[in-house]
């Protein structure tokens, strides 16, 4: 088993910044690829984000290239997600997950475990 619990969001006018935590603990954290997904009100939760065992290799969806960034702290048992340039369609519950198979995956079945999410408002 490993728990996840994400901490970070908040709200925040449109060109600002936040970054989101994802603090894990059970299992070996370095063993499983990390990814971000958020759900809007009404809609399907969405990739965002996901970062290999080792950091050394990320993936985006196209809508928040160039403006997040995914890193990892293995040492820490930490996930970031640094979100800059924020617009208000980036407001959803973000959350956090965990891919065992260890591959980059932008689907939500291919993850094993999930946090609790965390909320994310972006003003106008």
């Known amino acids: 088993q490993v728990q996840l619990v994400e901490s970070g969001g908040g709200l925040v006018q449109a060109g600002g910044s936040l970054r989101l935590s994802c603090a894990a603990s059970?299992?070996?954290?370095?063993?499983?690829?990390m990814g971000w997904f958020r759900q809007a009100p009404g809609k399907e939760r969405k990739f965002v984000a996901a970062i290999s065992w080792s950091g050394g290799s990320t993936y985006y969806a196209d809508s928040v290239k160039g403006r997040f960034t995914i890193s990892r702290d293995n040492a820490k048992n930490t996930v970031y997600l640094q979100m800059n340039s924020l617009k208000p369609e980036d407001t959803a519950v973000y959350y956090c997950?965990?891919?065992?198979?260890?591959?980059?995956?932008?689907?939500?079945?291919?993850?094993?475990?999930w946090g609790q999410g965390t909320q994310v408002t972006v003003s106008s």
């Open positions: 059970g299992r070996t954290f370095n063993n499983y690829a």
């Open positions: 997950a965990a891919d065992s198979t260890a591959l980059l995956s932008r689907y939500t079945y291919e993850y094993d475990y």
